[in-house]
T-cell receptor, first 111, second 112 residues
Framework: RKEVEQDPGPFNVPEGATVAFNCTYS??????FFWYRQDCRKEPKLLMS???SGNEDGRFTAQLNRASQYISLLIRDSKLSDSATYLC????????????FGTGTSLTVIP | NAGVTQTPKFRILKIGQSMTLQCTQD?????MYWYRQDPGMGLKLIYY???????DKGEVPNGYNVSRSTTEDFPLRLELAAPSQTSVYFC???????????FGQGTRLTVV
């Protein structure tokens, strides 16, 4: 079983739409959680950390459900510039000392 | 602030050749990582280091070696390049083992 699983998409949505991505992780000892954004042929960049109580950063909202081992990212009022691949990342430290990456969910926002 | 810097950005190797991918960070991070990313796949950890002088294998270490003589530098060595090592390689660093990782711009390696 993969450490982190994401729906690869692609998601094609019109500008202004709300879109949600989901991610599940297998290791219940996982300690920290992130969403990264990766543009085509570029390095991953941190979008936001995910906290147990849920957190919001402008149009982006992240949620964590430890009982179901599930992470989500909600993007409201989608912009053309949101088009990218979104990576779910889980850190299993102290048992693993490494980040596990999902394969990513592709989003294209259409004019 | 440069962050994580990788060189080269692109390289074509012949089968059996060797090379070193350079990675340096100026954030004084203890933790450094090497990942490879193949098309349609998630990033796979090759090696990581928790501080100068300490390295450990990740998920896909075969065919690679690393060293960590200083906090700043974490080079990745390919000794006998094989076509299966054609990939995009990312170096990353993090302040602790549970805080976010920062990535270099990547090295696109093709082995022919």
């Amino acid at each position: 079983r993969k450490e982190v699983e994401q729906d690869p998409g692609p998601f094609n949505v019109p500008e202004g739409a709300t879109v949600a991505f989901n991610c599940t992780y297998s290791n219940s000892a996982s300690q920290s959680f992130f969403w990264y954004r990766q543009d085509c042929r570029k390095e991953p960049k941190l979008l936001m950390s995910v906290y147990s109580s849920g957190n919001e950063d402008g149009r982006f909202t992240a949620q964590l459900n430890r009982a179901s081992q599930y992470i989500s990212l909600l993007i409201r009022d989608s912009k053309l510039s949101d088009s990218a691949t979104y990576l779910c990342v889980v850190n299993t430290s102290p048992t693993g000392n490494q980040f596990y990456f999902g394969t990513g969910t592709s989003l294209t926002v259409i004019p | 602030n440069a962050g994580v810097t990788q060189t080269p950005k692109f390289r074509i190797l012949k089968i059996g050749q060797s090379m070193t991918l350079q990675c340096t960070q100026d954030m004084n991070h203890n933790y450094m990582y090497w990942y490879r990313q193949d098309p349609g796949m998630g990033l796979k950890l090759i090696y990581y280091s928790v501080g100068a002088g300490i390295t450990d294998k990740g998920e896909v270490p075969n065919g690679y070696n690393v060293s960590r003589s200083t906090t700043e530098d974490f080079p990745l060595r390919l000794e006998l390049a094989a076509p299966s090592q054609t990939s995009v390689y990312f170096c990353a660093s993090s302040r602790t083992d549970y805080t976010e990782a920062f990535f270099g711009q990547g090295t696109r390696l093709t082995v022919v």
